[in-house]
């Protein structure tokens, strides 16, 4: 077998194109004559033709080389990442004021072998691209810091309009599919806390389905998520990323995704993005946010995300 497949041919809803376009080639170009990181590159994102030729991207500071081994990341590890680069948060800036985004998602990987395992360096990525340009809105993606009180207090202080952590699993897989450092109850204080530090941020989560849960599980999953006061969330399907990772047990079906959207809007997320090849990151989910936050949007969540994508496109 080739890396990500499994004993089965993926199905139909699960085609992407190949990335390509001028606006893929400049972003490409651009991020590297810059030394950044794209998670939509390091962690195969099936999305990337879409959102880069859009002019859209997720960008992942303080390098690409993770202090976990989560079995279901593309993202290369190691005990000790390279050290923080003071430049970063000003290149980053640039390249989003030149790519003239109006919403932008900024990650990073888990960088325990730090002090303060990145929050300050993060916050410093938010300030430089709000200096740049104010009306840019920021989304970042973290990590759990471990659950300590000042990495989260950083964070939540930095400017970003959402903050999002992702839980990834369900509670009885979450010991078999992320590191061991991670945990399914400290993922979900980490957004419990982030919202009560700054109760006008938007915290967002996602879910990977595909690596045998019940739907059961799922759904006690997305409860515990309202539960920690999480506004949006995203689920989507799990692509096995190389031989060495979880196997994907399952290419669970666009109607399952369905009743999940259905399910999670009637909790009260504000919008609920649900699909095979939806992700933490989706561009359908920063255009509802970006209307939320400017004040042009009803907060009524979008049903659009839930289907299969468009032939040939990504979702």
Known sequence: MQPGETRERKPEWLKIRPPQGERYAWIKARRRS??????????????????????????????????????????????????????????????????GLEYVVVTSVDRDDLPDQGAGHFAACVRA??????????????????GESACLEAVAASGAEVVAHNLETTEALTPAVRDRRCGYRQSLDVLRRIKLLSPHVFTKSSLMIGLGEPEGDVIRAMEDLRGAGCDLLTVGQYLRPSPW?????????????????????????RYVASGP???????????????????????????VASGPPSPGEGA
Not at 130 to 140: F, N, W
Request: contains cysteine; charged residues 25%.
């Open 129 to 146: 691209i709000k200096a740049r340009d104010p009306r840019i809105l920021v989304e970042i993606l973290v990590p759990d810091f471990r």
């Open 34 to 99: 810059q030394g950044l990181s794209t998670v939509c590159e390091e962690a195969q994102c099936p999305n990337v033709a879409e959102c880069w030729g859009a002019g859209t991207a997720t960008f992942m500071v303080m390098g690409d080389t993770c202090t976990r081994g989560c079995r279901f990341c593309a993202v290369r590890s190691a005990k000790v990442g390279r050290p923080l680069d003071p430049e970063e948060p000003a290149r980053l800036a640039d390249t989003i004021g030149a790519m």
């Open 277 to 303: 090849l939806v992700r933490s990151s989706y561009r359908a989910g920063e255009f509802f946010v970006k209307g939320l936050l400017r004040g042009g949007a009803s907060g009524a969540p979008d049903r």
């Open 245 to 269: 990772h979880a196997e994907v047990v399952e290419y669970v079906h666009p109607d399952v995704f369905r009743r999940y959207q259905e399910r999670g809007e009637g909790m009260g997320f």
